[in-house]
């Protein structure tokens, strides 16, 4: 009889690698346990639960790497395997350097750019490094579009200011200049919604701009609609231009999830976007 191999998934936050759980746990031979964390700091977790998993494990991996992968890098048992995935966000911290990376069998990247970030940032080498790219189910979006998607503009996760609604906004004006029939879809969570976004001044100021923009701007007014964060399968079908217009990105999903659906992305060209087909990419707005 085949022995099991037992993986362990740490994390504070899943969405990325939901598919990748149920694609592993639909293997003959392999069970799979979450160790649930509630942030990304050290002490965000429960250490006695941590440890029994640990014991448990004959695969550890880290989804984003936070305190998750201190502790484990920290912890981690003889003939144990360690995986790390390192998204754009990390880059932004300090955290990722305080993993003892000798411990880590493999460290995963989103993309290429932000590996080649990492290593500047961190100092470390480029062994046992792979990109591993966030991956699509792109049958799920494969569904008719509405007419109305002609001339829909969608952008799907709109903070922090980074996102650039102002761009989009732009985009939205230009074309509007010339079809009148254009209007803007903007789905997510709003900033209010993300305490460590609005406890930030100038992303308060920022917001609190274009939502008068949008109010004052003829081309404007009564063109934009945002709606909650939910799922997007059907929401996509509404959409013909799925806009990427951020300062940067890791692998941005919803480029994919747009391409997937039909739609045409349009991406503002900056680090990463040569993974992208060169008629996606685009120098200005």
């Known amino acids: 009889m085949a022995e099991t191999r037992r993986i362990l998934v740490a994390s504070h936050d899943f969405k990325f690698f939901e598919d990748i759980s149920a694609y592993l746990a639909s293997k003959p031979g392999v069970e799979i346990r979450e160790d649930r964390w509630t942030g990304t700091r050290p002490g965000d977790h429960d250490d006695a639960e941590s440890r029994l998993l640990a014991e448990w494990a004959d695969v550890v991996v880290c989804e984003w790497c936070q305190a998750n992968a201190v502790w484990y890098s920290h912890n981690k048992r003889p003939q144990q395997r360690l995986i790390v995935r390192l998204h754009r966000f990390e880059i932004e911290n300090d955290m990722p350097s305080l993993v003892d990376i000798d411990a880590v069998d493999v460290m995963v990247f989103v993309a290429e750019h932000i590996m080649l970030a990492a290593r500047e940032r961190f100092g470390w080498s480029d062994s046992r490094q792979r990109v591993v790219w966030n991956g699509v189910d792109v049958h799920a979006f494969d569904r008719p579009k509405l007419e109305s998607a002609r001339t829909t503009l969608g952008l799907l996760g709109w903070v922090p200011r980074r996102k650039r609604l102002d761009r989009a906004l732009d985009v939205l004006e230009a074309v509007r200049a010339k079809d009148p029939r254009y209007r803007l879809l ?6 209010w919604e993300h305490s460590w976004i609005w406890r930030r001044e ?33 929401w996509l079908r509404g959409v013909g231009h799925i806009l990427s217009v951020s300062d940067d990105e890791g692998n941005q999903v919803s480029v994919a999830e747009g391409a ?26």
């Open 186 to 191: 903007v789905k997510g969570k709003p900033p």
């Open 202 to 234: 100038r992303e308060r100021w920022f917001i609190a701009d274009e939502l008068a923009r949008i109010e004052r701007a003829p081309h404007l007014r009564d063109a934009v609609v945002f709606e909650p964060f939910s799922p997007v399968h059907d």
């Open 260 to 285: 997937a659906s039909g739609a045409v992305p349009v991406v503002l060209r900056r680090p990463g976007s040569s993974d992208y087909p060169v008629e996606w990419v685009h120098d200005d707005v």
